[in-house]
């Protein structure tokens, strides 16, 4: 199979994007508009009451952020009727039919034009309230995939889900699908329309006995943990995200379908610029914790490893992944990482944090140098639990005795550090699995992408996803953790 132009496959393209405020969507935006301004039209979702909100949403939250520099500098003063002619910002929400469209003209529209459409709506909270991770990840997934099937001229649907879809298996993880109702343990099926009824009834329960929205919010989200636990994935996340998957699968008819599973998305590596993220994400939250002096500890287990992939990469592979399913190349799922070609230990995210903050030590808000130390690595959650215990719970115990001999004349510090140590206790349940995983992503589908671009494409340079060209200590001490310092200061 020949691949042939990527650029001119792009040129003249309708594309419709979900999710268009999310990190690896922007990212995606930003660079076909750069590299092929004759892209027709983006149509991007963004969650809005109306045109005003979205349009407001995409100035703030899309077009005005850094990441879109590089275009500016190139446009100059024209860049508004650039992005005016080429970006059509659209009210809506995944989690309602016909993607909460509610302009039937512009809605007719969109099923006239679009040629490819990207699901990139999600929500990422491992432990995200199980009704609204399933209106989004799971149901959401479906109602992108019926609006598709309304797209006379759609050529494929790419949806971005998630490697961890495999929960905690170990070993080499295939680019396999998931078929419906098929869970990780146990003889039980997965029903998603038991599970939507569930939530109903939970809820509707919860109502009836007049229990406050917090509590409520906390009772869904421990629902969500016990329903992913009980079928063998670690968490709501990434059992909502598997199910969506099912549903994809098993209604795609014969809408030409590719499903994206990234591994942990780091900043980018090269485009625009070198270093660009936004938010804090899975690892990013130990490396900042530590530069502040907060995070005292590292947990990972001696095989455990780091499988990360910069951002660009990813956006890049969905941008070939896209043309070769236009030419009828029949994978549909990539797996996107790094740990089979070029992995990276856990124990070596402790190292990189330890020599950045040395070299570049974090400056608090009252303007001082915050100093680290080297810091341990705990290699089993009963370590992690013992260093707990001797480090913050039996202090913790002695200042409830102290508080209650004074009459609670420290209730409000013991409060405070209480939630905190409840907090990290509950944050090392949540990241227990990625910590101690012990998975290697395999990534035939993705090394033939890279194979058959590189052979029968000249535009390879472009679209580089090879995780064999990183240099990880380059990367992350030069690249990343700069980048996250920036973002977070």
């Not at 052979?455 to 953790?481: A, R």
């Amino acid at each position: 199979m020949e691949l042939g132009s990527i650029l001119q496959f792009l040129d003249n393209k309708t594309i419709l994007v979900t999710g268009a405020t999310g990190y690896l969507a922007k990212i995606f935006v930003e660079k076909i508009l750069r590299v092929q301004p004759n892209v027709k039209k983006f149509y991007l979702l963004l969650r809005a009451a109306d045109a005003k909100s979205a349009t407001e949403r995409l100035r703030d939250e899309v077009i005005g952020k850094d990441l879109f520099r590089v275009l500016r500098e190139k446009h100059g003063a024209g860049l508004h009727s650039f992005i005016s002619e080429k970006v059509t910002p659209v009210p809506g929400d995944i989690s309602h039919e016909d993607l909460g469209v509610k302009d039937s003209y512009l809605k007719d529209e969109m099923w006239r034009e679009i040629d490819v459409m990207l699901n990139f709506a999600a929500t990422t909270n491992f432990d995200e309230r199980y009704d609204v991770a399933l209106d989004i990840n799971t149901l959401g997934a479906l109602h992108v995939l019926n609006f598709a099937k309304k797209c006379v001229k759609i050529k494929m649907l790419v949806h971005v889900s998630t490697a961890y879809v495999c929960g905690e298996d170990a070993g080499l993880i295939l680019e396999q699908p998931y078929h419906m109702g098929m869970a990780k343990k146990g003889d039980e099926k997965i029903d998603i329309n038991f599970e939507k009824r569930m939530v109903q009834e939970k809820l509707n329960e919860l109502k009836l006995e007049d229990v406050p929205e917090k509590e409520i919010t906390s009772a869904m989200k421990d629902f969500g943990i016990e329903r992913a636990r009980l079928f063998g994935w670690p968490n709501t996340y990434v059992f909502t995200k598997a199910m969506g998957e099912m549903l994809l699968v098993n209604f795609k008819d014969s809408l030409p379908l590719v499903i994206i599973r990234p591994t942990m998305v780091a900043s980018t590596y090269k485009e625009p610029f070198p270093g660009w993220i936004e938010g804090v994400r899975t690892i990013d939250s130990l490396i900042v914790g530590y530069g502040k002096g907060r995070v005292t500890c590292f947990i990972s287990g001696p095989r455990s490893t780091l499988d990360v992939i910069p951002a660009d990469m990813v956006v890049n592979a969905i941008i070939v992944a896209m043309v070769a399913r236009a030419k009828q190349h029949s994978e549909i799922i990539y797996h996107l990482g790094s740990s089979f070609r070029n992995p990276v230990n856990f124990s070596n995210l402790h190292d990189f944090s330890f020599r950045y903050f040395i070299e570049h030590p974090w400056i608090n808000k009252e303007g001082e140098s915050v100093k680290v130390g080297k810091g341990i690595v705990l290699t089993s959650m009963p370590k992690f639990y013992t260093y707990m215990a001797i480090r913050f719970l039996l202090p913790l115990k002695a200042l409830q005795l102290f508080n209650t001999l004074l009459f609670k004349k420290y209730q409000d510090l013991y409060t405070v550090l209480d939630r905190r140590v409840k907090l990290v206790m509950r944050l090392g349940d949540l990241y227990k699995p990625y910590v101690f995983f012990e998975g290697i992503f395999d990534d035939l589908n993705s090394e033939k992408l890279r194979i058959i671009s590189k052979e029968t494409c000249h535009e390879t340079d472009i679209f580089d996803f090879d995780p064999m060209n990183i240099d990880w200590d380059d990367y992350m001490m030069n690249v990343h953790i700069p980048g996250l310092v920036k973002y977070e200061m």
